[in-house]
């Protein structure tokens, strides 16, 4: 097999920069490149230990650790940084406590600062970011399986964040929601919390002695700094549950199996954009969660609304494919994770949180009660069951779509189990089943097998065989794809295959291209020089990314190569500078949708390809009152050239107001068809947080294409735990003399979650 150009560079350029880690750099040795810190580990190598002690009496949670019980358990102390010095002492002292008694798991942290007047609060809304500001977090492994958790975190106002954390962050579900109950003060020398952890809202093994996997990290954000209790090398974070210490000392008798009920009432007045008259509706359903074991849950859903989901944020689309829009509704939301099937996590620090798999995400939940335009299609009911049985992780899924002018009645069926081998590896199957519900008969299957296995710690193979099943198609209906990934502090590095039979259908699922072989590398390493850091940079990160598609006769299809090197800085600024060649074969004409040109529109004519872009990305601290971030890219766009700016402006001048605004310009040049155009989307977000239980945000966009405006506005006022009040208005307005009647709604949404 002849291997393309650009993966042979890629190649080379692997094996010169392995050799930078020795003598190959002038200057110093880079600070904290070596992966093996001998702070890291106890003398004996065994895991960091903490116990919980029982309570014997009661406990307020007020946040002054001023409770009996907090004087007698033995702290968690000794905090090591992960960033900027790995390994190293944390340069303010943090101790927290465990406790217990027959409903709730209590966390106490004292977080001390010599510097109590610079800790920063930016945000006090719910699921804040907690990457701009100070915050603590704790991580609960509750089946000590290495692989999954529930985090909890909170800021020194006590606002709340809560997650789960699926396959050591292949999967990070920031939607999911738990019943618990934080508070903090703030003292002389620094703040103190107090998390109540009700045992209800987690899943756990049966049986009175329970030892789980915990770990607690906190952020000093202004001096960028991360730390944690059970050391996390600067490659990872905290969702490398692998590397949590353990809980001791926990015996629970008798905790509930936990039933929730939650019914909805919502009412709506809408009139569609150049509609006449307003229509007014109500709507009721329910929610339901049953514990059936402690270690696995049931829910069901009776007609779910999701009216109060944000809306998709949209972008400018210069490619020949449809947007990706990420799942937002909260049923499909939790739990997640269970169903994913892809590719290993990437998660260091100075990483954003992983993408789908754009090449073949093989379940994604929106095919499931959306149309592809986005709008609804009404869901009557669905059933979930997900959690651990007998060392299996399961999760199934069924939901019933009602039929509409363009879609029969579908059944929607997900079946995935996976079994844990040893830390950090695993084995899978899934099923997937869309079968409609009338008399034609008609369905798609897919199926197949998952593995994902590491070596020494640092080194996992991932790799799957998926089938597909479609009535009157034979031959070329699979998928199979393997990679290797290495993610260490100074290196990085992954490769891997991707081929798609051209047969292959998968109808809850999300990809580009069918017959299709996609060869990816992804290399880099991540140099740091203490001469740098007292220049502000921190870290230096020289990568590529290259990603080659042939079609199944060996023919070159598409390129994009990634060359990057990119700055990172002391203040958590960055930027990067990069050169991304890339090549297109298209076989049909697509169109964009542009401001200015000829038409309407410029229709891009099949053909073959080739250009290169320049680019440079960026952005400053963001925890900072006024934060900028731009993308300036020039170079080639398709058949001419193009010269695109993307910027943004942050404003937060306290914890309260968050304010953004941006906009994405490109004006492009074509050979063929020969054309101008311009293609602009104006965007601005708006938040306003009255206390940690309730907040507004506000979403417009105006795109001149197609000269439309957007707005919507959310208000939610969490009124008692896991209960909501929504306010949710929406309008579309078309501008231009001829523009017909502005779409508009307004919806309001009441849920009351009781708890059995």
Known sequence: MNLPRSFVDAVVFACITAGLSGRAFAGPAPVDSNDSTPARRQPSGAPRVVEAIAVQGTIVVDGKLDDEVWKQATPASHFLQSEPHDGQPATEETEVRVSYDGANLYVGAYLHDHEPDRIIVNDIRKDFQEQDQDDFEVLLDTFRDHQNGYVFITNALGAKADRQVAKEGREVNPSWDAVWTVKTQRVADGWTLEMAIPFRSLRFPSGSEQRWGINFSRRIRRKNEIVFWSPVPRSYNLARVSLAGELSGLVLQGTSRDLRVKPYLAGTTLRETGGASFDQHADIGLDVKYGITPGLTLDATLHPDFAQVEADEQQVNLTQFSQFFPEKREFFLENSGVFYVGDAARNNQLFAAPTADEDLLLFFSRRIGLSDSGKAISIPAGVRLTGNVEGFTVGALSMQTKATEISRANNYSVLRVRRNIGTGSDLGVIFM????????????RVFGVDGNIRFARKVDWNSYLIGSATP????????????????????????????????????????????????????????????????????????????????????????TFHNGYTFFLNDGGYVEFSVNPKFQRTTEPFTIHTERSSADSVVIPPGSYDWAEYQVIGGTDPSRPVALGFTGITGGLWSGRQKTIRGSLTVHPGYRVRLTASVSRTSASLDIPRTRFVETLYTARLGYSFATNMFVDALTQYEPSAKTFNANVRFNLIHHPLSDLFVVFNEQHITGPDAPLPGRSVIVKFTQMAAF
């Open 433 to 444: 089943n869309r079968q409609a519900t009338d008399t034609s008969g008609d369905y798609n």
């Open 472 to 559: 009157g198609v034979n031959g070329g209906q699979y998928a199979v794809r393997s990679s290797l990934n290495y993610e260490g502090n100074f290196l990085h590095s992954k490769v891997g295959i991707l081929q798609i039979g051209e047969n292959f259908r998968d109808d809850l699922g999300y990809y580009l291209r069918t017959g299709a072989r996609k060869y990816l590398i992804d290399i880099g390493i991540r140099p740091r020089f203490a001469w740098l850091q007292h220049l502000g940079i921190r870290e230096m990160h020289p990568h590529v990314v290259d990603n080659y598609y042939q079609d199944l006769t060996g023919r070159m299809i598409a390129k």
